[in-house]
């Protein structure tokens, strides 16, 4: 059974940082891409960031590029995701996902038919 567990989220001031944890466990990340999304109220989910399985390629959606940044530690089992100058529009629902057996590719990398297994989410929220 696998199972992730977020957390690290709660409430910040713009220009403040959080850090996300994604604790996996049934599951060994160094298997497949990993990912975070993000859903606010009204929105559809959106992907923030992705890993390849061994840690050494990342992607970022432009809207948090060179704000936020995804890490792994495959020995803990566990995904990170670094939020550093935070936006009062970075305020959202945080998900971390496992990507199924299917071939990764640049243009499905934040779809989210294609991320398996999900976290029940931590809530991120920014104020001005």
């Known amino acids: 059974q696998v199972q992730l567990v977020e957390s690290g989220g709660g409430s910040a001031q713009a220009g403040g940082s959080l850090r996300l944890s994604c604790e996996a466990s049934g599951y060994a990340i160094r298997t497949n891409y990993m990912a975070w999304f993000r859903q606010a109220p009204g929105k559809e989910r959106e992907g923030v960031a992705a890993?390849?399985?061994?840690?050494?390629?990342?992607y970022h959606a432009d809207s948090v590029k060179g704000r936020f940044t995804i890490s792994k530690d495959n020995a803990r089992n566990t995904v990170y995701l670094q939020m550093d100058s935070l936006k009062p529009e970075d305020t959202a629902m945080y998900y971390c996902a496992v990507r199924s057996g299917s071939p990764f590719s640049l243009s499905t990398r934040f779809s989210p038919e294609y991320y398996a297994y999900w976290g029940q989410g931590t809530q991120v929220t920014v104020s001005s």
């Open positions: 890993i390849s399985p061994a840690g050494g390629y990342t």
